[in-house]
């Protein structure tokens, strides 16, 4: 009887242990479906950090860590904490341009003070057979769109005969100007015959002062070189341009007393 009592519990004993490895199973099953369909919803958003208005307005501080941008795309473009380098990420790898135009790979506990990004999956790619200038590229752009008034990511490959880009130069507490002012100050990096990558997105007009209207580039040397904001080329032979249109748009403020106590006072656009 004794013994038919412990073979009874020791039924038991198993019994629940079976049920609750089950029980784990199921949740990281569940877990993982989850995980997987997030990603899936996050690959038609395009995130940004901070405001465009508060970046005007001399919000150089932000508390968004690379590591966590990657968690919103493995593109996007921006600016480091107190415009310490552009930032251009490309294929999940986030760069920083410095104003001395050094490139080096933002670790994951960098602080960033502006950025868009988004998982890139593209839609549609085309070439542009032609030699174009830069101001000629968002016409082109504008005539692929399905309608201006989605959001868009794209990545252009080409090689360019002449290419001008812009740093940013880096500011320390307390800040006295804003972008108005340190934009057509910035220092400006110039080459020739060069191949690379062109991470771009646009916002449409009524996106207002929460981002940049209209497109906004920044560039990355195939050899990792050469890169910033881009501001005029000439491209040799086709560019061949990828598209992803987002229909999901969300952003995170920074938590901090520097944009708790920010004035918007001053508007100002540029691409």
């Known amino acids: 009887m004794k013994l038919s009592k412990h073979i009874f519990f020791v039924f038991v004993t198993f019994s629940f242990i079976s049920c ?67 930032l251009v990420m490309l294929d999940g790898i986030p760069y920083r341009i410095r ?15 502006y950025a868009d990004a988004a998982f890139f999956t593209p839609k549609d790619e085309f070439p542009i057979e032609n030699s174009i200038e830069f101001s000629k590229l968002a016409s082109i752009l504008d005539e692929k769109k399905k309608s201006p008034h989605y959001f ?8 360019f005969s002449h290419i001008k880009l812009g740093g940013v130069p880096k500011v320390s507490p307390p800040f006295r100007y804003g972008l108005d002012v340190l934009i057509p100050r910035r220092p400006v990096f110039e080459t020739t ?22 497109h906004h580039f920044h560039f990355i040397s195939d050899d990792r070189k050469w890169g910033g904001h881009v501001m005029d080329f000439t491209s040799i032979d ?20 520097t944009y708790e106590n920010v004035k918007l006072d001053n508007e100002f656009q540029y691409n």
């Open 20 to 86: 609750l490895e089950s029980s784990e199973k199921d949740e990281s099953v569940e877990d993982t479906a989850i995980n997987q369909e997030a990603t899936i919803k996050n690959t038609d958003t395009f995130y940004q950090y901070s405001v465009w208005f508060a970046f005007v307005n001399k919000v150089f501080d932000g508390d968004l860590k690379v590591k966590d941008l990657k968690t919103h795309g493995d593109v996007g473009l921006g600016s480091f904490d107190f415009l310490d380098g552009e």
């Open 99 to 113: 104003e001395n135009g050094e490139i080096s790979v933002g670790e994951d506990m960098d602080e960033i003070v």
């Open 152 to 159: 868009y990511v794209y990545k252009i490959h080409g090689v």
């Open 193 to 214: 015959n060069i191949s690379g990558t062109l991470v771009g997105f646009y916002c449409p007009d009524y996106i207002g002062n929460i981002n940049t209207k209209g």
């Open 238 to 257: 086709a560019l061949i341009v990828q598209v992803d249109q987002k229909t999901k748009y969300q952003f995170d403020l920074p938590s901090n007393e």
